[in-house]
């Protein structure tokens, strides 16, 4: 079956550090692949997503590249703000009909001023 | 547009008592999720609808109900409250699967004591 694999958490950074948050799946087929954010006290909320292989998602500063060949989608900031503090979900969509969402654990990000 | 509504907020539960869930979508989406957050798990599925009148169980479908006579309106259903079931629990909604953006509600925390 489908599953995510996410970096074990938390990550605390300081403001204006690089952040990398990785991601791997396994799936048959072409997936299609998300990140979801989670702020205090809320529901999730899309922050970018993927739909075929070597795909860039993009958003509010933050990147993920679809990697086929290592079956990665890791989320990419280049500079994080306090303000980014959150659950971050990687999730994947597979290629089948029927096929429900299925997400990674959450990586709970701190950023520090 | 509200999105998607979820009430109540909180709620504490005896064992063994029973309570509904209320879910409540206005962007005429025919997908509808249920899910449950449990700490460092990530989400489960629990049921889902793909328009009213059809439902199906999802990942962890034991000890809830589901019901779907309306477009908009998705409630879950626990019959017999118990500790395992101590979670927050997300409704969601979608256009379709896929490559589709789900929808989060802001969530309802339930404790079983």
């Known amino acids: 079956g489908n599953s995510v694999t996410q970096m074990e958490g938390p990550v605390t950074l300081s403001e204006e550090a690089f952040l990398t948050i990785n991601c791997t799946y396994t799936a048959t087929g072409y997936p299609s692949l998300f990140w979801y954010v989670q702020y205090p006290g809320e529901g999730l909320q899309l922050l970018l997503k993927?739909?075929?292989?070597?795909d860039k998602g993009s958003n509010k500063g933050f990147e993920a590249t679809y990697r086929k060949e290592t079956t990665s989608f890791h989320l990419e900031k280049g500079s994080v703000q306090v303000s980014d503090s959150a659950v971050y979900f990687c999730?994947?969509?597979?290629?089948?009909?029927?096929?429900?969402?299925?997400f990674g654990e959450g990586t709970q990000l701190t950023v520090n001023p | 547009n509200a999105g998607v509504t979820q009430t109540p907020k909180f709620r504490i539960l005896k064992i063994g008592q029973s309570m509904t869930l209320q879910c409540a979508q206005d962007m005429n989406h025919n997908y509808m999720y249920w899910y449950r957050q449990d700490p460092g798990m990530g989400l489960k599925l629990i049921y889902y609808s793909v328009g009213a009148g059809i439902t199906d169980k999802g990942e962890v479908p034991n000890g809830y109900n589901v019901s779907r006579s309306t477009t908009e309106d998705f409630p879950l259903r626990l019959e017999l409250a118990a500790p395992s079931q101590t979670s927050v629990y997300f409704c969601a909604s979608s256009y379709s699967e896929g490559v589709y953006e789900q929808y989060f509600g802001p969530g309802t925390r339930l404790t079983v004591t």
């Open positions: 993927a739909t075929k292989a070597d």
């Open positions: 999730a994947l969509s597979g290629e089948t009909s029927g096929s429900r969402l299925t």
